[in-house]
């Protein structure tokens, strides 16, 4: 059954790529979560680092550090659309990096990265000598004007680890099922070993469900495409409607309109505001008054901002800006 499963996920990971993955570059993961974990595990070594997105997901920070993975942030532009800032890059690297991680499309950022910049990662990501590890849980919700593009389409030009998982385009997270996929073309993963290295971990930990496995191809092939119409049509509302009250709130700012994933980052003006002090303060007094749940952007790298998520029915997250706006307004400063 894993095999079968493994080839439907390498056929469906293959469209519109260069090459053809085969089942043996797909391992089946329960969730993405464990897809990060046998990662990482895989490329530690003594003195290691890893290169993360700041905005970016907390999550690899919290298992590199278990792992003895030193952790190194590049920053995401909010002024260029949250590109890579690819100069940092070359700065921040040394002959300890061993891999750098993206997040396409971007939680906590909500943007997607463009064809011509993926191109430029990936030479900047061979320059260094570096392996890519591609965050792709959100692949293809995408509802604004750039289409998604798999890290993977650059595998010739850099080694890919793409990570993935049914948890997002088809809406069932509690299913625990992803993937790793190895995008290696030219064999520079499994002359280097870490191939062999994530086969021989998945050996010893625990499989994905054998009933939900059996469930993937059905899953992934005859899903309706009616279905992902209906979810990025609502997500994109959503989305338009979360940019467009966030820019009539004075003490708030959007630097982008969300084209994917579920979230957007917004930053606070905390010098607009009379008696909050940081994203912590701010997040915390909202929760308590107005019970309206974002995320402070602190655990993210980015403090002064917050996380919101819009994947929520349209009325209820007029609602939520609704007591949002009562919030900002109860605690701007007098003009």
């Avoid at 046998?38 to 070594?45: G, N, P, T």
């Avoid at 997040?103 to 890519?132: M, Q, W, Y």
């Avoid at 989305?239 to 930053?267: H, N, W």
Wanted: aromatic share 8%.
């Amino acid at each position: 059954m894993t095999v079968t499963v493994s080839r439907v996920v390498a056929d469906y990971l293959s469209h519109g790529m260069p090459f053809k993955l085969s089942e043996d570059d797909v391992f089946l993961t329960c969730g993405c979560s464990q897809a990060i974990d046998v990662v990482l595990s895989v490329l530690a070594r003594e003195g290691a680092n890893i290169l993360l997105p700041r905005p970016g997901f907390p999550a690899y920070e919290a298992l590199m550090a278990y792992k003895g993975i030193e952790a190194r942030h590049y920053d995401l532009v909010p002024e260029r659309g949250w590109e890579i800032n690819l100069d940092q890059l070359h700065a921040i690297a040394d002959s300890n990096t061993v891999a750098m991680v993206i997040i396409n499309p971007s939680n906590p950022c909500g943007t997607i990265f463009t064809h011509d910049h993926l191109t430029k990662v990936a030479e900047t990501a061979k320059r260094l000598g570096l392996l890519i590890i591609s965050d792709e849980v959100y692949a293809h919700i995408v509802f604004g004007e750039k289409p998604f593009i798999p890290m993977g389409f650059f595998a010739s030009t850099v080694p890919v680890l793409t990570l993935g998982s049914i948890s997002k385009k088809w809406m069932v997270p509690g299913w625990r099922i992803g993937w790793i996929a190895t995008c290696d073309p030219d064999g520079i993963l499994r002359k280097s070993q870490i191939t062999e290295g994530i086969k021989k971990l998945m050996n010893i930990v625990v499989d994905p469900a054998t009933i939900a496995q059996a469930a993937i191809p059905q899953i992934i092939e005859k899903t309706p495409k009616d279905f992902f119409q209906q979810t990025l049509q609502l997500l994109g509302h959503a989305a338009d409607i979360c940019y467009d009250r966030i820019q009539k709130l004075d003490v708030l700012y959007c630097p982008a309109k969300p084209e994917g994933s579920m979230f957007v980052m917004v930053k606070i003006n905390i010098s607009g505001l009379v008696d909050i002090r940081d994203d912590i303060e701010f997040s915390a007094m909202l929760a308590k008054e107005e019970s309206v749940i974002v995320l402070p952007g602190s655990p993210l790298g980015l403090k002064y901002w917050i996380r919101v998520t819009f994947a929520i029915s349209p009325s209820v997250l007029e609602e939520g800006f609704d007591r949002i706006a009562a919030f900002c307004m109860r605690h701007a400063k007098n003009t």
